[in-house]
């Protein structure tokens, strides 16, 4: 970018989501989602009870979700924080939003980056480090967060090249991947529409956005010719599918029932991150002054996700040694680029394989074989991805036939944004 286009993107009016669409997640936002799933109900593994059986509960009084927009909604949010009668789960349009990125894409960089907030799980996980006295409660951690994320001078959104020392950043295409995957990730729960399927189908439904996530990997990896847009895509789905794994919690796709497909697509998510560093290591991006900026970020990312598979599922991730010998190569150092403790698990990593050192050997395409073994897994399993556990592509009859209580809880919606996927449902 030439220095009049850097000056003119600067000066440029770009729109941000304000920080009540923000904290409220009516728009789909790259690190706050967490919060979202967190701490709601999230597992289809037993059956909840009917309206008939709970009538006794506080829950037995709520109506089933509603369809709003920003512009009907009469109450406030702290009215609605506070109505003991308020929806478990809210079905908000979307369009507006979509509207307001469409409007940021216009002035927004597809491969540049930008702040984010530092994600929750980064602040738990420091939290619970800490001298029993001295750690707070998930209840002050969320209040502390939401004060951190409504602050007048946030640095959310803005360009990452103005706070260089803020190690919390995205592209904007990884942003908006994120957000998709994220909202698309609540279609397959059924407990967000007060739904009984079967106790697998949440399970299966993110076994199934997951291999979504690769087979988009696999689609922009797959492409013959390479540019350095198309390289920045292939790190920006790689950067979304970490994030992705981090934020939204992932109890019912682990106690899938099928554990060979679980392992196989876990260590397939390995296998695209080190091949996408690869493809980084070819056109001489790894480096400490890269273009792609979030190298040490997203490698912090995997190498957390992997210690806590192997400590809470016994699933032992492959690429580990690669991915820290990847950014040894590039010059990063972990400590300060990735997340809270990411020292301490390249030392435990260490004291497994030996000393890691930069990462040798000749630079070719498809080193650490994609291709071969996507195509592998694709065949083994028939047909992946698609659309079968997805709420939203049901018929209507068919939600009614699943709904607690037998009316589609989509009734109120209209069939267009269904169709297109432009509903956010949330926990209330």
């Given at each position: 970018m030439s220095s009049r286009e850097s000056t003119l993107w600067r000066t440029m009016p770009v729109a941000v989501p304000s920080k009540k669409t923000l904290v409220l997640s009516i728009a789909p936002v790259l690190l706050s989602a967490y919060l979202i799933y967190r701490f709601s109900p999230l597992s289809s593994q037993t059956r909840p009870r009917s309206r008939s059986e709970s009538s006794s509960s506080s829950l037995s009084k709520q109506a089933g979700p509603t369809w709003a927009t920003k512009r009907n909604k009469s109450s406030t949010d702290d009215d609605e924080e506070e109505d003991d009668d308020a929806d478990l789960v809210s079905i908000l349009s979307d369009g507006e939003d979509h509207e307001q990125n469409d409007l940021d894409s216009e002035y927004r960089r597809r491969h540049e980056y930008y702040c984010q907030f530092r994600p929750f799980f980064d602040i738990r996980n420091e939290n619970a480090d800490k001298d029993e006295g001295e750690q707070a409660s998930d209840e002050e951690l969320i209040k502390e967060y939401d004060q951190y994320i409504r602050a007048g001078d946030s640095i959310e959104m803005k360009p990452a090249n103005e706070y260089p020392d803020h190690r919390w950043i995205a592209m904007w295409e990884s942003w908006k991947l994120f957000s998709a995957w994220e909202r698309r990730a609540s279609y397959t729960n059924p407990e967000f529409f007060k739904m009984y399927i079967h106790k697998n189908f949440h399970g299966l439904g993110m076994q199934e956005q997951i291999e979504n996530m690769l087979i988009a990997f696999d689609k922009e990896f797959s492409k013959k010719k390479r540019t350095k847009k198309s390289i920045k895509e292939i790190w920006a789905i790689t950067a979304a599918i970490m994030q992705f794994l981090l934020e939204i919690p992932l109890d019912a796709w682990l106690a899938i029932s099928d554990?060979?497909?679980?392992?196989?697509?876990?260590?397939?998510?390995?296998?695209?991150?080190?091949?996408?560093?690869?493809?980084?290591?070819?056109?001489?991006?790894?480096?400490?002054?890269?273009?792609?900026?979030?190298?040490?970020?997203?490698?912090?990312?995997?190498?957390?996700?992997?210690?806590?598979?192997?400590?809470?599922?016994?699933?032992?991730?492959?690429?580990?040694?690669?991915?820290?010998?990847?950014?040894?190569?590039?010059?990063?150092?972990?400590?300060?680029?990735?997340?809270?403790?990411?020292?301490?698990?390249?030392?435990?990593?260490?004291?497994?394989?030996?000393?890691?050192?930069?990462?040798?050997?000749?630079?070719?395409?498809?080193?650490?074989?994609?291709?071969?073994?996507?195509?592998?897994?694709?065949?083994?399993?028939?047909?992946?991805?698609?659309?079968?556990?997805?709420?939203?592509?049901?018929?209507?009859?068919?939600?009614?036939?699943?709904?607690?209580?037998?009316?589609?809880?989509?009734?109120?919606?209209?069939?267009?944004?269904?169709?297109?996927?432009?509903?956010?449902?949330?926990?209330?």
């Open positions: 554990r060979k497909k679980l392992e196989t697509t876990t260590g397939l998510i390995g296998r695209a991150l080190v091949s996408a560093l690869n493809e980084l290591d070819r056109a001489k991006y790894l480096k400490p002054d890269s273009e792609v900026k979030d190298v040490g970020l997203i490698i912090s990312f995997y190498l957390y996700w992997a210690s806590t598979l192997k400590e809470e599922q016994h699933i032992e991730l492959p690429f580990r040694k690669e991915a820290v010998a990847y950014a040894r190569k590039a010059g990063i150092d972990l400590s300060l680029a990735g997340c809270y403790g990411t020292e301490e698990r390249v030392r435990a990593l260490e004291k497994e394989v030996g000393r890691i050192k930069p990462l040798s050997g000749s630079v070719k395409p498809d080193r650490w074989e994609w291709k071969k073994k996507f195509k592998k897994f694709t065949k083994d399993y028939n047909k992946i991805g698609g659309n079968k556990y997805n709420i939203l592509k049901m018929s209507r009859k068919e939600r009614a036939s699943y709904a607690l209580d037998k009316k589609d809880p989509l009734a109120d919606i209209p069939q267009r944004a269904i169709q297109e996927g432009v509903i956010r449902v949330r926990p209330r």
